[in-house]
């Protein structure tokens, strides 16, 4: 396999590594209540389909499938440590909806589901933390496959911290935006307006921002009927 390009974050690149492969992410013990509080009574009871794009350890994938065992949840990556992590967490949590993880980068122009046994088509696609963590080019190729692969009616759930149209919503976030743009001048908390301009174009809506800790939100924009 390839490298991951330098761009983009590795965990477990500190302390000694785990024995069976689970990685874990601080972050995920911050955030990961406040996401399902959200995510599950959207799509708790109903069947269907969600695709997690840059899925890190795997750690929300095994939160959130143990959490709505009628959906079936498939978690994907393009580091292949972070895949094994992924694949190591599952074998872990042992949970009958959550798929083995697949290689993808979403800024592909074609994601090759179908050919590699996928759904073609989602309830749900979640993505949390990438978008400010990668070039714009992992944006506009996330909302290019929502718009090919979210059924009609279907939403993209977008987890992070976002500049609300041109303005940041506070002073930790502008700190954070800075120092991300000091990493790595392609990274940045990307702008609701940007955004939903982006969307639109791929014939997405954004319908709701929930505000959650830590001055974070989920976006949710949904796959228009036509
Ligand atoms: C900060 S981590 C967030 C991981 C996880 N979603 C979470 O919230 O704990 C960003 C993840 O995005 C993945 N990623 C970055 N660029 C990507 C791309 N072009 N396609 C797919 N995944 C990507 C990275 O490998 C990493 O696992």
Redesign the pocket.
Known sequence: MAD??K?????GQDGAPPRDGRLD?P??HR?HEAIADVLVPFLEGHTGDVL??????G??AVALAGRMPSITWWP????DN?LRSIAAWRRHANLPNLKEPIR?????ADWQLKERGLPDSFTVMF????IH???W??AE??FAGAHRHLRAGGQLWL??PFRRDGAHNAPSNAAFDESLRRQNPEWGVRDTAALRDLAQRNNLALKHTHELPSNNAILTFEQSWW
Do not use: K, M, R
């Open positions: 991951p390009p761009f983009t974050v590795e965990f992410a972050a995920f955030n997690e794009i840059g899925s890190g350890t750690q929300h994907t990556d393009f580091n972070h993808l980068d979403a800024s592909a993505c949390a933390n990438v963590i990668a070039p080019a992992v190729g996330l987890y992070g």
